[in-house]
């Protein structure tokens, strides 16, 4: 089904407070989860909620959360060339990255805080 038609439970905290105390999401300039599997990266969420950029293997629960392109980019796990042609292309492209921050933050806090 994708991130774009689930229905998430409600977030307690306010989005402003989540991820915030992680620094190493505050800090990064692109959020990078380079998984062979994974469930429900929750740390996905809060970068969204950082308001960054997302470079994430196309495994697993992460599917759930991104849309490719949009909130984040995917890569082939375990492919080390496709995912650093993936950071650079968010670092060098600023457009780009800031429309997924923006898609990714809008998503997070329509899904999980209205």
Request: positive net charge; glycine residues 6%; charged residues 25%.
């Amino acid at each position: 089904m994708g991130a774009a038609g689930r229905r998430c439970a409600k977030a307690e905290l306010p989005i402003e407070r989540i991820g915030r105390e992680n620094t190493a999401i505050v800090d990064a300039d692109v959020f990078v989860l380079p998984s062979r599997y994974g469930t429900f990266p929750v740390t996905i969420l809060e970068a969204y909620a950082c308001a960054k950029p997302v470079v994430a293997s196309n495994v697993g629960g992460i599917l759930d959360l991104v849309l490719h392109g949009k909130t984040c980019l995917l890569f082939q796990a375990e492919d080390a060339k496709e995912l650093s042609r993936s950071i650079i292309y968010v670092l060098t492209h600023p457009r780009e990255a800031d429309k997924m921050r923006n898609e990714a933050f809008k998503l997070v806090k329509e899904k999980f805080f209205s």
